[in-house]
């Protein structure tokens, strides 16, 4: 009998075992984080408007940060649960709502960025391009502080931006 087949047999079960065990002590792989900046829609609100928003190529699902006067880095690892065109329509929309608008205004989402050249700040701008009903303005420009550089930080100051800005399109009262 040739023992050299079962001492094969047993060499090739260890690497195994050694392999699987050095691969599951490795660490995990960061999740990707998601986070929802819209704030919460009112209980008793009016459909939401339809709006057509678009974006800059770079304004997309994974953060935009500001880390220099002419330089963004694109945060993969957190990004927003939606393209910043379909928050800022979402948003928008909800506002108009009950406006009596009978075409669906346009706009162009110029900044959704988080600004961490200085203290870090959330910085929202919409350009609206047709359609929008008087009293609103022609440019909604806001910022807002985050307490500190963390993700979750920077996605409340996005948040409070996005507050801000729909307060800005709220009918006078």
């Known amino acids: 009998m040739n023992a050299f087949p079962r001492v094969r ?3 090739g079960v ?10 599951s002590t490795s660490p995990a792989l960061p999740p990707v984080r998601w986070f929802d900046p819209l704030p ?7 459909s939401p408007l339809p709006v057509r928003a678009t974006a800059a190529p770079h304004l997309r699902q994974p953060f935009a940060v500001r880390v220099g006067a002419r330089e963004f880095a694109l945060d993969a690892g957190h990004q927003w649960v939606d393209e910043p065109s379909s928050l800022c329509a979402a ?8 406006r009596g608008i009978d075409a669906a205004p346009s706009m ?7 600004d ?21 303005p022609p440019v909604v ?5 985050a307490s500190d550089r963390s993700p979750v930080a920077c996605a409340e100051a996005m948040a409070q931006a996005l507050a801000a800005a729909a307060a800005q399109l709220a009918p006078a009262r």
Do not use: Q
């Not at 260890?14 to 691969?23: E, K, P």
């Not at 919460?40 to 009016?46: G, M, T, V, Y």
């Not at 162009?108 to 988080?114: D, S």
């Not at 961490?116 to 609103?136: D, E, I, K, S």
């Open 14 to 23: 260890a690497s195994c075992a050694v392999l699987a065990a050095c691969l």
């Open 91 to 98: 948003l928008v929309g909800r506002a108009l709502a009950g």
């Open 40 to 46: 919460a829609a009112p209980a008793a609100a009016a």
């Open 9 to 11: 047999g047993v060499v």
């Open 108 to 114: 162009l989402v110029e900044a959704f960025e988080l």
């Open 141 to 145: 420009d806001v910022w807002a502080a």
């Open 116 to 136: 961490v050249t200085a203290a870090p700040r959330a910085h929202v701008r919409l350009v609206f391009l047709g359609g929008a009903p008087a009293g609103v």
